[in-house]
């Protein structure tokens, strides 16, 4: 286990510290508490944190342009006003099933948004993975149980995915343009049988795939080919979604979570929850910004 330089940028104790995105020209970092329906925002030149309350679970946010974000939530896509939190219903999503949620999501290079949804309880089979561009929702994939992982390579030409369920971390073709798939997924990496699952990821300049991993305390790096390559230590025994940070990406911003587990497996994580921000000596991408119409 690679251990490497670590801060607490957030000591509050996320229930389920996920979703984690990063705005370079404010150098603003965000993530959510699903569970406990928060939005927090840092502003990472000062350190400060802010907590916004939200009326629904709400798992991934994206940008739009300077003054709207798109956020996906447990019954639809939002548009949210920065300057004063307003949410605005964009499109329903699983909005007639109320045993799901929205989970893992990223968009990617062309504008396109994947998202993920689940059972609230991670029932079997009971989420989707689908394909939001320019006012379309596309379900690309069914029977999914916790959809995760979702992140693509840099010329936008592969998507990895995972369902952590069942432990395996998927690389499929897609069309570079659209985000659509062409043919079927592939395993890129087989964790089963491994200690910890498969969560979320995000891929770095050079085409790696930072993993973090559920139940393990680490992040894993895979290359495109499938190789683990490294292994970095989280001072969390849960973490959840990595995000490249900072003015020239040089940093890696992990947010954990403390699902599951009773007071004697939190008194002995004391750091569950929180939200650490590493060196971890590799260069990150700009997160792209959604396209909801036709420019």
Partial sequence: MEEVGTSILSDWHCHLGEGCTYDAATDTAWWFDIIERKLFQADLASGAVTSHALPLMASVLVFIDDQRQLLATENGLYVRDIADGRLTLHMPLEADNAA????????????????????????????????FFRGELLRIYADISIPNAICFSPDGATAYFTDSSEGVLYRVAIDPTNAVPIGDPETLYDNRGGPGGLDGAVVDAEGLIWNARWGGSCIDVYTPGGDRVRTIGIPAKQPSCPVFVGRNFASLLVTTAWEGMDEHARAADPHHGQTFVLDVGARGRPEPRIRLGST
């Fill in 100 to 131: 799901t949620r929205s989970n893992d999501g990223r968009v990617h290079p062309c504008g396109s948004l994947w998202i993920g949804t689940m059972g609230r309880n991670a029932e079997k089979g009971a989420g989707a993975i689908y394909r």
